[in-house]
């Protein structure tokens, strides 16, 4: 039987909580900034401690989802803040990280623009079992190309139905994986991009 669930939010982070992911020019400042520390479910079937960094605004939103997902027991396999990996989003990929705030830019054609993440309001859950699949460029994580067709359902598989969209949906966020050029399955956000 699993502990039951617990999350904990922090009070306002500062440049040191952020090292590697915040930088000047960023578009939040790291006191507009939470660490969330919670239970989750592994791969294993265990409880297991991890760490999330969002905006405030969406903290409380946070735990419920995970909260939900706890209690289906929806594996997670790792879950770090991305400095951890020293501010890389193809480290923390490769990782098959559930990570949250990272300033950097969007991976989309046009103009450069901050990233979802880079506001704290975007969340990619398990990496490498929900790749994102970028249109003409491949599967990143390269690990992911394993789980690019999702005609098979496994574990830590987000899908249209499954209860890691269901949960995220349940606080009114939206999912990466139905945009129809570049499926990103691992992507959630407040405003769906």
């Known amino acids: 039987m699993l502990p039951a669930f617990w999350g904990t939010v922090s009070g306002p982070l500062t440049r040191q909580d952020v090292p590697f992911s915040w930088h000047p020019g960023c578009p939040v400042p790291p006191g507009a900034l939470r660490a969330i520390r919670l239970s989750y479910v592994g791969f294993d079937g265990a409880a297991h401690a991890g760490k999330i960094v969002v905006k405030a ?40 990280n559930t990570s949250g705030f990272n300033c950097r830019r969007a991976v989309a054609p046009g103009p450069p623009q901050w990233s979802v993440h ?36 496994r574990p830590g598989m987000a899908y249209t139905g499954g209860i890691l969209v269901s949960a995220f949906r349940s606080a009114g966020w939206r999912w990466g994986g139905y945009w129809a050029s570049s499926p990103d399955y691992q992507h959630f956000s407040v405003n769906g991009r």
């Open 57 to 96: 605004s969406v903290a409380r939103q946070v735990v419920k989802v995970f909260s939900i997902l706890y209690r289906a027991r929806f594996p997670v396999r790792r879950m770090e803040p991305v400095d951890a990996f020293h501010g890389s989003d193809p480290r923390s990929m490769a990782a098959d």
């Open 118 to 153: 880079a506001y704290g309001l975007a969340i990619d859950v398990n990496t490498v079992e929900n790749p994102y699949v970028e249109a003409g460029a491949g599967v990143q994580p390269p690990a992911g190309a394993a789980y690019a067709s999702r005609s098979v359902i």
